[in-house]
């Protein structure tokens, strides 16, 4: 049942979309100019669909439409750049790196304007070493032209019609990410699971949750339509979306220490019966994800009124029977309800009238967003080495160049567009995505390679190759950004049956192809170890400071609501989603130090500490803060616990200089706030309250000091490895 939905949510999703979107922009026109004798202007006109439609990730109308217009305007510009020096192998060789630098350099601004360079880079590749009369390049044009205005009618066509469809698929995506997230942590209930490993596998899952959120925020809280909208739709979406942010963060709540808690409680059965809610909520989760995805109003699943209750009883039995002491146990239950109230408030929605309902965070919406200007200072501040993107550009320039001019000195290959293609692909910024993508692609040119060489040599009717031709296009650009492998492997075969209809020597070919795959590999695989190579270790520390920095100011919040300045929900949300950003962030950081080589590899247990050490260290912060918040500060809050604040933020506070750099981006200004006198004569009721506040705080405190020590640790190691080097290098 659960493989049948998920088939299905698959056949609904924006990746699906995307590849039917891309399929009719460009076998539409081959087969309409085909009819009428003209197949090869046809394929000119499905070329100019490709490249833009390749340009057109999801995001806001009005970027989608800007980006699809300057990916047509700038793959123009290169076409007429390309052409004016293709005679000259000295001057191509020059435009080559030139060109490759500049529209390498697109990433600084965003990932569309990369989107946009690397549509450029292929423009060029394509049409290297094809000459052209002045005639047959304006007849060209004229036709290119044709095919990128078809594609942006139709993109934008289907925006106009379903304005809120792709912001729909892509909140699914988010919730089915966000309910992986608490299977994750579900796994904490299980006494059999590694916690440890559990942890790493909970922070590369926060990276992916991130990422869909921001573009979920992008498509729409870009848009006033979305926020301001009377009709039900756009507000209906905002609202569900700020529900799972809210309720991701109640499920980060959901954490203690689970050593101990397995320790004490591992016996007794009670974690199982904490693991099924949970697992039901997840489940209730995708249910809403699928509604969503197929255009329907969710329904609940399930009733959690019967787990909750079991679950309670068992606790009183266990306090009243066994004399434990189940204050954990039963903040853990308090969070699973408000997760529940969650869900149940997305169900809601479907039968309130969503104008009606006022959350002044999504009036403010416009302040989550990050600015998408094209800012070209942001060009011309990463002109530097220390820069990820101008290493990559120069790396890009160079191997690209070199390539192409070796390969036609010395006659490697006939076609030297598969390699440069390859080492285009391939390429990236850091060595560990270069090694990833440079696996795949091999692997899944191979293996399409004979899938392709198969049909070609049993199946000879060009109808059913060109059906065939039609499915393989499909799956390929509907699985690119889902896996890349398999797309690789349905988009090798789809070129030699295209090819199949314009030359009859397909085999030599297939073994062209995975030859030149193999090369351009090998050149991208050992330039991005040799060429301005981008070690993580390099970088770390100033994503460590940048979460640091996230942590103090959230934690920081605390002080200021005690001391009677309650920060606004749009405030506190900013502050939240700053600490979850750089959380996924640093996470990534991570993964990819993981992926590098064994030698190049420093400091990564330490980092892999810090790494564990700050996410428990925010989602113990995102519990106090709802504590604190729950209640009236004055009522349950100690000059204890304002000591132990202060200790934590000292502590923060001394980390991050010890991690401080010359980086204007992540200078720090401590908080200084004046704090009333506390009360302490609390309340019976409330001694509960405060006597876990202060374990909560202490163990922040514990974490806290063990991150302080692993920094000073690291930047003690750090400069006795300079010492060494510098002391190598005089020798």
């Known amino acids: 049942m659960k493989q049948t939905q998920e088939i299905k949510s698959f056949f609904y999703s924006q990746y699906f979309a995307d590849g039917i979107r891309i399929t009719i922009g460009c076998i539409v026109p081959v087969i309409i100019f085909a009819a009428i004798g003209q197949f090869m202007n046809g394929t000119f006109v499905s070329l100019g669909a490709l490249l833009v439609g390749l340009s057109d990730t999801p995001g806001a109308p009005s970027h989608r439409r800007n980006g699809m217009y300057f990916a047509a305007l700038f793959t123009i510009i290169t076409f007429v750049l390309t052409i004016a020096v293709n005679s000259n192998i000295y001057l191509l060789t020059i435009l080559i ?206 009733n959690f009124d019967q787990d909750i209750n079991l679950i309670h009883s068992k606790i009183d039995i266990l306090e009243k029977s066994f004399q434990y002491n189940t204050i954990a146990l039963r903040k853990i239950l308090i969070n699973v309800r408000d997760i529940i109230k969650h869900i149940n408030g997305i169900y809601n929605y479907s039968h309130l009238k969503s104008s009606e309902i006022k959350k002044p965070e999504i009036d403010e919406a416009k302040k989550f967003i990050e600015s998408s200007i094209i800012d070209l200072k942001k060009f011309r501040n990463n002109i530097a080495l220390d820069s990820t993107y101008f290493r990559h550009a120069i790396r890009m320039a160079i191997v690209m160049s070199l390539s192409y001019f070796i390969a036609k000195t010395f006659q490697i290959s006939e076609n030297i567009y598969w390699i440069l293609l390859t080492i285009m692909v391939i390429l990236k910024p850091g060595f560990g995505l270069t090694k990833e993508r440079n696996i795949q692609r091999l692997m899944g040119t191979i293996i399409g390679g004979l899938i392709g060489s198969f049909i070609l040599f049993f199946i000879h009717d060009e109808t059913i190759r060109f059906v065939l031709l039609i499915f393989f296009f499909l799956s390929a650009y509907s699985l690119f950004r889902v896996n890349y492998i398999v797309a690789v492997i349905f988009m090798t075969p789809y070129v030699l049956i295209m090819l199949s209809f314009v030359s009859t020597n397909t085999i030599a070919v297939t073994k062209e192809r995975i030859f030149d795959t193999f090369i351009g590999g090998m050149i991208a695989f050992l ?98 803060h709802n504590q604190v918040s729950s209640t009236e500060a004055n009522q349950i809050i100690t000059k204890e616990h304002i000591k132990l604040i202060r200790k934590i933020l000292s502590s923060l506070e001394s980390a991050i200089k010890t991690l401080a750099n010359s980086n204007e981006e992540n200078r720090f200004v401590p908080v200084d706030i004046q704090l009333p006198e506390i009360n302490e004569n609390i309340n019976l009721e409330r001694n509960e309250n405060s006597a876990l506040i202060t374990e909560q705080l202490q163990f922040i405190t514990k974490i806290v000091v063990d991150i302080a020590k692993l920094v000073q640790q690291l930047k003690e190691k750090t400069l006795t490895d300079n010492e060494l080097t510098l002391r190598d290098q005089a020798n």
């Open 527 to 624: 330039s991005s170890y040799i060429i301005f190579p981008n070690w993580e270790s390099m970088q770390v520390k100033d994503s460590m400071q940048k979460l640091l920095i996230a942590n103090y100011q959230y934690i920081a919040l605390m002080l200021k609501e005690i001391a009677g300045n309650v920060p606004s929900i749009t405030e506190y949300k900013l502050v939240r989603k700053k600490l979850y950003v750089e959380t996924a962030n640093m996470g990534s950081t991570f993964q990819r130090m993981l992926t590098e080589p064994k030698n190049k590899q420093r400091y990564t247990k330490d980092v892999n500490k810090f790494v564990i050490f700050n996410h428990v260290l925010a989602s113990y912060a995102v519990t106090l």
């Open 97 to 302: 790196a030139v060109l490759c630098f500049i529209f390498a350099m697109f990433a600084v601004f965003n990932a569309r304007a990369a989107n946009v360079g690397l549509m450029c880079i292929l423009m060029m590749l394509i049409h290297i070493d094809t000459p052209f009369s002045l005639q047959s390049a304006l007849e060209y044009l004229f036709y290119y032209s044709i095919g990128c205005m078809w594609y942006i009618a139709i993109s934008l066509s289907i925006t106009q019609i379903r304005p809120y469809r792709l912001a729909q698929q892509e909140l699914a995506e988010s919730i089915r990410h966000v309910a992986d997230y608490i299977r994750l942590k579900a796994n904490f209930y299980d006494i059999n699971v590694d916690n440890d490993q559990n942890y790493l596998k909970l922070i590369e899952k926060q990276v992916e949750v991130n990422t869909h959120q921001e573009n979920v925020r992008d498509l729409l809280f870009q848009s006033k339509r979305s926020i301001k909208d009377t009709t039900k739709t756009g507000r209906y979406l905002t609202l569900v979306f700020n529900d799972i942010i809210d309720l991701f963060e109640q499920s980060m709540a959901t954490h203690y220490d689970y050593h101990a808690v397995s320790e004490k409680f591992g016996s007794t059965g009670i974690l199982n019966e904490f693991k099924h809610v949970i697992l039901k909520l997840t489940n209730e989760l995708d249910h809403i994800a699928y509604q969503l995805n197929t255009n329907k109003m969710p329904k609940p699943m399930y």
